[in-house]
């Protein structure tokens, strides 16, 4: 296996504007690499980019489009690779809503699946074109612990985590021979701007596997430099990502039913 470069190369981040997007834009140009960034606020971007080409003298591009608007994934793709030779794809932007599938609003859930799902896919198939052709690239998706087991109150999001988890292990093993690198990275509960917008449970130091952006991060890159297929940062949320395997599915349903509407 080659060994991954990132210096003077280009990687397209999405839903870089906060969270873990925005600690992957910032890893990412401090080891050089220049940045195309896209989610839909623009100010945030816009001052992301500018901190970051002032600190670490790299190149920046901003692209403010909604992912989950028909045909957004695409534009960003056309406007990232124009001129351009994009290395890194991170497939970050996602969300979810927690509640009840059948009381929270339809059209929140279906854009959940636009965004952490429709999209993921469509800039995946769109930037192996080029890193296959090149016989280089790599592909990062972010996933989630939740990809491993279905989570009642978080029935979209869960599903929607376990498709980019299996959709990446997948494309790993279709792509290595051809020199392109496919990670899934899974990480517990971080804090972001995502506990407020899914109205789950204030997550701190205190939450069990608690990790900060930038340290999940950095752990996806490091499984993306060692060709790894997934990883999931901190050893607790190894353990309890496996945790459920052995169990019969429906007891295993039960039991977390039962813990999610002890917290909720
Ligand atoms: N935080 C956790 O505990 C945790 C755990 C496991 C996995 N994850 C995953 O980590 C990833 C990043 O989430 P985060 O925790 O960093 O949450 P976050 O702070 O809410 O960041 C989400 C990012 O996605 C962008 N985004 C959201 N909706 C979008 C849309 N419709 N179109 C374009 N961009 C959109 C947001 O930007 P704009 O609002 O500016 O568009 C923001 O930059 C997600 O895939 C999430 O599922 C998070």
Redesign the pocket.
């Known amino acids: 296996m080659k060994r991954w470069e990132y210096k003077g190369r280009w990687a397209l981040v ?9 600690a992957f834009a910032r890893s990412l140009a401090a080891r050089g690499m220049h940045l195309v960034l ?4 623009e100010d ?2 816009r001052a992301l980019t500018d901190e970051l080409t002032v600190a670490h003298g790299i190149r920046t591009h901003v692209i403010p ?4 608007e028909p045909g ?1 994934p695409e534009e960003i793709w056309r406007q990232a690779a124009d001129g351009r030779e994009i290395h890194l794809l991170v497939n ?5 809503f927690q509640g009840a599938f059948h009381e929270l609003p339809r059209d929140r859930e279906v ?1 959940v699946v ?3 799902i429709t ?1 993921v896919l469509e800039l995946a198939h769109l930037a192996l074109q080029g890193m296959r052709a090149r016989g280089e690239g790599g592909i990062l998706n ?5 990809a491993f087991q279905p989570l009642p109150t978080l029935a979209t ?1 869960a599903a929607s ?1 376990a498709f980019v988890l299996y959709f990446s292990e997948a494309l790993w093993e279709e792509n290595r021979r051809a020199g392109v690198r496919v990670v899934a990275l ?10 407020e ?1 899914a109205g789950t449970g204030i ?1 701190d130091r205190s939450t069990p596997g608690f990790k900060l ?1 930038a340290e999940v991060a950095e752990a996806g890159l490091r499984a993306l430099e060692k060709g790894r297929s997934y990883v999931i940062p901190g050893a607790v949320n190894y353990v309890n990502s496996f945790s459920g395997v052995l169990l019969p599915r429906q007891l295993l349903m039960r039991m977390l039913g039962k813990l999610i509407r002890r917290f909720v």
């Open positions: 999405t839903g870089a504007s906060t969270g873990i997007g925005e896209t989610a839909r606020r945030r971007l489009l909604d992912l989950a957004a970050n932007a996602g969300f979810g854009s636009q965004v952490n999209a972010v996933a989630s612990v939740a999001y985590k899974c990480p517990g509960r971080t804090p972001t701007g995502f506990q917008r997550v952006p």
